[in-house]
């Protein structure tokens, strides 16, 4: 089985609905994060969370909210979701400043 | 904040040939870098990592990378591309606290037959 796994993979929603996007990982590790990534763009960062009680804005935080559950799941939400929200959205973990480990990757359209 | 400079969005190159993908990234202080692969469809897979050791770091898939402080550089080599190493390329950088990762805008790895 996969260490992280995200829910669903694949999701189109119109514009103005609420979603959530959810991972979890089996690595133990404490760090979890929030990307999405756009052509041309990379990878940029929307939340990040060290604990539990650790929620961190990212670069790009705007008309997203997280909520880190368990140490094994941290959820992504659009509360009212627009077209330039399409992308695909990565969550990953880390344990410390070492290496990311990625899940595979949810692509949202919004229509 | 850190960032990280990727040469060439797009790389092609002949089977059997060298591969070379740059990158470049802006910090005083030497930080932990690292290189990913997306294959299409896929999440993001770690090649290698430079952690402060040895300046010439090996991964997997006979991939390797030089951290040249002088240069702020990470340049990602592989003696001869395979078909397989077609792919998106990203380097990324975390900042000494480790708090955050930064990444490159990726480059996207045509190999010829």
């Known amino acids: 089985d996969a260490d992280v796994t995200q829910t669903p993979r694949n999701r189109i929603t119109k514009t103005g609905k609420r979603i959530m996007l959810e991972c979890s990982q089996t690595k133990g590790h404490d760090r979890m994060y929030w990307y999405r990534q756009d052509p041309g763009l990379g990878l940029r960062l929307i939340y990040y969370?060290?604990?539990?009680?650790?929620?961190n804005k990212g670069e790009i935080s705007d008309g997203y909210s997280v909520s880190r559950q368990a140490q094994a799941k941290f959820s992504l939400s659009l509360e009212s979701a627009i077209p330039n929200q399409t992308a695909l959205y990565f969550c990953?973990?880390?344990?410390?400043?070492?290496?990311?480990?990625f899940g595979p990757g949810t692509r949202l359209t919004v229509t | 904040a850190q960032s990280v400079t990727q040469l060439g969005s797009h790389v092609s190159v002949s089977e059997g040939a060298l591969v070379l993908l740059r990158c470049n990234y802006s910090?005083?202080?030497?930080?932990?870098l690292f290189w990913y692969v997306q294959y299409p469809n896929q999440g993001l897979q770690l090649l290698l990592k430079?952690?402060?050791?040895?300046?010439l770091v090996k991964g997997i898939n006979g991939f390797e990378a030089e951290f040249k402080k002088s240069e702020t550089s990470f340049h990602l080599t592989k003696p001869s591309a395979h078909m397989s190493d077609a792919a998106e390329y990203f380097c990324a950088v975390s900042d000494v606290s480790g708090n955050q990762f930064y990444f490159g805008t990726g480059t996207s790895l045509t190999v010829i037959p």
């Open positions: 430079y952690t402060s050791a040895a300046t």
């Open positions: 910090s005083s202080v030497p930080p932990y």
């Open positions: 969370s060290f604990d539990v009680k650790d929620i």
């Open positions: 990953a973990t880390s344990q410390g400043e070492y290496e990311q480990y």
